[in-house]
């Protein structure tokens, strides 16, 4: 059985790299560039701010807090433990995969990108009256389509991504139940 989920895990790794145009790997670059979403974090942030005003001093940091966990579990823990080279610096692959992009570190178990854009989407939709179901669902694209780009490039297989969006989203999930327990006890009467 675990030989099968390999083997299916390279060849939608495979299948999700072996179409490119230029067009394409730019915005597959883009989408998995950090530094390029910094912009749109700080709009959300000053939104998030501006429509939980008092609530947004338990909500940020919790949300921060999200997102820091993703990150370190996924990097610091995930990666060094399990050392599941990455499908550009596995031999057996990197013949056969279109590197638009560079590698990154050795190891790819699990996608820091997938649980760092799941956390932040996850949260979001947790915590985000009903109204915004639009917002809601735009994040879910974006941190499909930033987990997608990883896959595209070669950085991580389907499970790496698959195990980083579940991380994040569970982290995600434990963070914004806190949220409502605080807002509820510190501010009962103004929840949304």
Known sequence: MI??????????????NTHHTRSLDAWMIFFSERLVWFPAY???????????????????????????????????????YFARLRP????????VLNLAN????????ISSHAANAFSL???????LPRRFRLAKILL??????VSYSRMYLAAHF???????ALLGSLLAWGSATLF?????????????
Not at 180 to 192: I, N, S
């Open 3 to 16: 030989e099968y989920l390999q083997t299916l895990d390279r060849h939608l790794l495979v299948a999700a």
């Open 42 to 80: 700080f709009v959300l942030l000053v939104i998030l701010g501006y429509l939980y005003r008092r609530r947004a001093f338990l909500l940020l940091p919790l949300l921060g807090l999200s997102v820091a966990l993703a990150d370190i579990i996924s990097s610091r823990f995930f990666k060094p």
């Open 88 to 95: 550009c610096h596995d031999p057996q692959l990197s013949a």
């Open 102 to 109: 560079g590698c990154g570190g050795q190891f790819g178990f």
């Open 121 to 127: 989407a996850m949260f979001i939709a947790l915590v």
């Open 140 to 145: 879910f694209l974006w941190a499909s389509l």
């Open 158 to 164: 389907p499970s790496d991504v698959l195990a980083g």
């Open 180 to 192: 409502k327990k605080g807002a509820e006890y510190w501010w009962p009467t103004v929840l949304a």
